[in-house]
C-alpha cells in the first residue's frame, strides 16, 4: 500500500502569510494527488487534483506542484476563510490513501 | 453539485453487522468509481474502500479488507458498505464520495455521511 506522510501536522500562520503543507508518498503516484480542505462539521472540500490543477470556484491563492513522490500546497497569502485542515490524498492506485491532515491555525 | 445522500449508520454491538447505503438520484451519467471515507470524530480522514462503476473492480483499506463488502447497483445508482464483525475501531461518520469528471477521479462529491457507533 502507498503511504502518505504529510507535514506538518500543525501549523500557526497570520492572515496574509505564505504557507506550505508538503505530502511524500512511499512510492510513485503518477501525479494523482489531491488536496482537500476541511472545516469542522463539514464534508471535505477538493481544492487541488492531479497534483497542480485548481478546481473549479477556488480561488487562485491556493496551490499545488510537484512530482513523482514530492508535493505541496501553497496558500501564497492566507485568508480568514482558510483556518481550516488540509489533506493530501493519493488516487493512483488502490488502496487510496490520505496524509495524516495539517491543521491551520491562528497565530 | 451532485449530492449523494448516505443511509444506514446507527449504534451497534461489536461483533455484529451493519449496512451502508448511498444513493445518488440525481446523477445523469456514470462516475469512475464510488467510494467510502471514514473519519473518526476529531482526527482524520480514511479512505475505506472504492468501486470502479464500469468494470466492478473494488479496492479496500488493509483495516477493513476480510470484513467489509462493497457492492453496487447501477440501475438504482447506489453504493452499498457491508460491513460485519464490527470493532470500537469503526466507530466513525462514514462518507460516500464519488468523482464528477470523466478525465479525473478526484472525489468531488461527498455527502454529509452516516454516523456508525460500535458500542455495547
Given at each position: 500500500?502507498?503511504?502518505?506522510?504529510?507535514?506538518?501536522?500543525?501549523?500557526?500562520?497570520?492572515?496574509?502569510?505564505?504557507?506550505?503543507?508538503?505530502?511524500r508518498a512511499s512510492q510513485s503516484i503518477n501525479n494523482w494527488l489531491a488536496w482537500f480542505q476541511q472545516k469542522p462539521g463539514k464534508a471535505p472540500k477538493l481544492l487541488i487534483y492531479e497534483t497542480s490543477s485548481l478546481e473549479s470556484g477556488v480561488p487562485s491563492r491556493f496551490s499545488g506542484s510537484g512530482s513523482g513522490t514530492e508535493f505541496t500546497l501553497i496558500i501564497g497569502?492566507?485568508?480568514?476563510?482558510?483556518f481550516a485542515t488540509y489533506y493530501c490524498q493519493q488516487y493512483n492506485t488502490y488502496p487510496w490513501t490520505f496524509g495524516q491532515g495539517t491543521k491551520v491555525e491562528i497565530k | 453539485e451532485v449530492h449523494l445522500v448516505e443511509s444506514g449508520g446507527g449504534l451497534v454491538q461489536p461483533g455484529r453487522s451493519l449496512?451502508?447505503?448511498?444513493?445518488a438520484p440525481a446523477i445523469t451519467f456514470e462516475p469512475n468509481a464510488m467510494h467510502w471515507v471514514r473519519?473518526?470524530?476529531?482526527?482524520?480522514?480514511?479512505?475505506?474502500?472504492?468501486?470502479?462503476?464500469?468494470?466492478?473492480?473494488?479496492?479496500?483499506?488493509?483495516?477493513?479488507?476480510?470484513?467489509?463488502?462493497?457492492?453496487?447497483?447501477?440501475?438504482?445508482?447506489?453504493?452499498?458498505?457491508?460491513?460485519?464483525?464490527?470493532?470500537?475501531?469503526?466507530?466513525?461518520?462514514?462518507?460516500?464520495?464519488?468523482?464528477?469528471?470523466?478525465?479525473?477521479?478526484?472525489?468531488?462529491?461527498?455527502?454529509?455521511?452516516?454516523?456508525?457507533?460500535?458500542?455495547?
Amino acid at each position: 500500500d502507498i503511504q502518505m506522510t504529510q507535514s506538518p501536522s500543525t501549523l500557526s500562520a497570520s492572515v496574509g502569510d505564505r504557507v506550505t503543507i508538503t505530502c511524500r508518498a512511499s512510492q510513485s503516484i503518477n501525479n494523482w494527488l489531491a488536496w482537500f480542505q476541511q472545516k469542522p462539521g463539514k464534508a471535505p472540500k477538493l481544492l487541488i487534483y492531479e497534483t497542480s490543477s485548481l478546481e473549479s470556484g477556488v480561488p487562485s491563492r491556493f496551490s499545488g506542484s510537484g512530482s513523482g513522490t514530492e508535493f505541496t500546497l501553497i496558500i501564497g497569502s492566507l485568508q480568514p476563510d482558510d483556518f481550516a485542515t488540509y489533506y493530501c490524498q493519493q488516487y493512483n492506485t488502490y488502496p487510496w490513501t490520505f496524509g495524516q491532515g495539517t491543521k491551520v491555525e491562528i497565530k | 453539485e451532485v449530492h449523494l445522500v448516505e443511509s444506514g449508520g446507527g449504534l451497534v454491538q461489536p461483533g455484529r453487522s451493519l449496512t451502508l447505503s448511498c444513493t445518488a438520484p440525481a446523477i445523469t451519467f456514470e462516475p469512475n468509481a464510488m467510494h467510502w471515507v471514514r473519519q473518526v470524530p476529531g482526527k482524520g480522514l480514511e479512505w475505506v474502500s472504492g468501486i470502479t462503476w464500469s468494470n466492478g473492480e473494488i479496492g479496500y483499506a488493509d483495516s477493513v479488507r476480510g470484513r467489509f463488502t462493497l457492492s453496487r447497483d447501477i440501475a438504482k445508482k447506489s453504493l452499498y458498505l457491508q460491513m460485519n464483525s464490527l470493532r470500537a475501531e469503526d466507530t466513525a461518520l462514514y462518507y460516500c464520495a464519488k468523482d464528477t469528471k470523466i478525465s479525473d477521479w478526484a472525489l468531488r462529491s461527498w455527502g454529509q455521511g452516516t454516523l456508525v457507533t460500535v458500542s455495547s
